[in-house]
């Protein structure tokens, strides 16, 4: 666009923002002047509500535009409190082994003088490079097709001021069978005293997350902009601003190195043919051990308290999830044990009456067994109760349980002809698996019995023709019909 044209597009522009003022502000004086004309009472009135709306303007504003502010470590459960729990769950049968090697690493590490930093980002933002330039007899394998860290490695370097410096490489958060990667590198972030989160250009959302998931565990950081080499001086200024805005609040500084590696160009030879070269690019990383010589300096006696704090607070989440695990498991193999003591109950009964659940018994007895497993204080009072309610929905949801159980027997071969008996202890599998499923689901949830909130569940899965979960009360019934055949 030519100069003339630049100018006279803002010469309209400003025009027309002069207009619009002019405009406004003759309107805001009629505004003003029928204000004025109207009563006493009516004016104080409308000023009052003009007001409000105006604070209430100015407040969502303050909320959009505030600074914010930076995140508090997640507090970490008391060391003690979270080794009797895991040894709690050892004692439910469950596999804590990951949990006591990582307790195992957290002393290792204390004892040690090493400083260690994990060496965090995406594929394909120059980590091996980076690896290469900062502990230069490393051997790190790189693969053009990106995403060649598998496992963590780590790596002996050294600090501007002779300290040893543990470099740990961890997978991409986008490699192929990325979850599993994913929590390795994460857990492993955790582990080190600060996370050098690497980057090749802008942050998306993804990136930003993370980085916001490492800052809740009060984790020191610092974003690093690699191949700075690749812009101007203009460019790499705006492209950091664009960082800092970022990860405001989040990360403890943002720098631009340039990790070399090599690059691929075409020399002309003497006789006018050209050959393909390939050449190392020379590292520029000062800017890097400089910002981790500040932020690991012997005078930040709280680095390994941080360090500690973050490994503790994960483990207090793995141990919560191992824990919800086992509990779930446990629940699920009683609910399969009284399940299957119902289809028993209902293939010996003589004559089976018209109400489905005539087994309260066994009803009382699975709730009070799944109460115990989640904890649950209940009383013999709210165990019939619950077990009273969920006869009234059985009774009327007596025409679905037996649509259901008979549609479902007809997919067996060799169960649908077996006759009524069979079809009235199929019920009862679904029943009371229903029945167990909604509580301990509830009772996981709530921590409390809410008979609403299981009826709700109970009525849900009863209606449910899930073909996996049908297949499971078909073959137990079976097993349960062939052990009643079965000569003595």
């Known amino acids: 666009m030519s100069r003339r044209l630049r100018l006279l597009f803002t010469a309209l522009a400003v ?25 006493t009472w009516l004016q104080w009135t409308l000023g009052g509500v003009l007001t409000l709306f105006a604070a209430a303007g100015l407040m969502v504003l303050w909320w959009l535009l505030r600074p914010r502010r930076r995140r508090r470590p997640l507090p970490a459960p008391d060391r003690g409190s979270l080794e009797q729990r895991i040894d709690q769950l050892r004692e439910r049968g469950a596999d804590t082994g990951a949990l006591a090697s990582e307790l195992g690493e957290l002393d290792r590490r204390r004892t040690s003088a090493r400083i260690y930093v994990a060496l965090f980002g995406e594929i394909s933002t120059g980590k091996s490079s980076l690896i290469r330039a900062l502990a230069p007899h490393a051997n790190v394998v790189s693969d053009a097709r990106g995403g060649t860290t598998h496992e963590v490695g780590h790596y002996d370097s050294a600090l501007p001021d002779g300290r040893t410096l543990v470099i740990a490489d961890v997978p991409g958060s986008r490699e192929a069978g990325g979850e599993a990667h994913e929590t390795l590198a994460r857990d492993e972030a955790l582990r080190a005293h600060a996370v050098i989160y690497l980057c090749a250009g802008d942050l998306n959302r993804s990136q930003v997350d993370e ?22 001086s203009t460019e790499r200024e705006q ?22 590696g090599s690059e691929r160009y075409q020399r002309e030879l003497a006789d006018g043919s050209t050959e393909s070269v390939e050449r190392q690019r020379k590292p520029v990383i000062e800017p890097l051990l400089q910002a981790l010589e500040r932020l690991t300096a012997p005078s930040a006696r709280e ?186």
């Not at 027309?16 to 002019?22: D, E, G, Q, T, Y």
């Open 211 to 232: 980085l916001r998931w490492l800052a809740d565990f009060g984790k020191p950081l610092l974003l690093v902009l690699n191949k700075a080499d690749q812009w101007n």
């Open 303 to 488: 680095l390994e308290d941080l360090r500690e704090n973050a490994v503790l607070a994960g483990l207090h989440e793995r141990t919560g999830t191992l824990e919800a695990q086992t509990l779930a498991d446990e629940a699920q193999r009683i609910v399969r044990k009284y399940t299957r003591r119902a289809i028993v109950g209902a293939l010996a009964a003589i004559a089976p009456g018209s109400d489905l659940v005539i087994q309260g018994v066994l009803a009382a007895g699975l709730t009070r067994a799944l109460a115990a497993v989640y904890g649950v204080k209940v009383s013999d009072v709210q165990i019939e109760d619950f077990v009273q309610q969920a006869r009234l929905t059985l009774r009327t949801g007596s025409s679905i349980v037996l649509a259901v159980a008979g549609n479902a027997l007809k997919a067996f071969p060799g169960l649908g002809t077996l006759g009524g008996g069979v079809l009235h202890a199929f019920a009862y599998a679904l029943i009371f698996d229903s029945m167990g499923r909604a509580l301990a689901a509830s009772l996981a949830e709530r921590h409390t019995l809410d008979q609403h909130d299981a009826g709700t569940r109970l009525k849900e899965l009863l209606a449910d023709t899930g073909g996996t979960r049908l297949r499971q009360l078909a073959t137990l019934t079976m097993e349960a019909v062939r052990e009643r055949d079965k000569p003595e």
């Open 239 to 260: 492209l950091l601003g664009r960082l800092r805005q970022h990860t405001r609040g989040i990360a403890s500084a943002v720098l631009a190195i340039s990790a070399g």
């Open 15 to 39: 025009a027309a923002l002069l207009w619009l003022l002019f405009a406004a502000a003759e309107r805001a004086l009629a505004l003003a002047q029928r204000f004025l004309a109207l009563p």
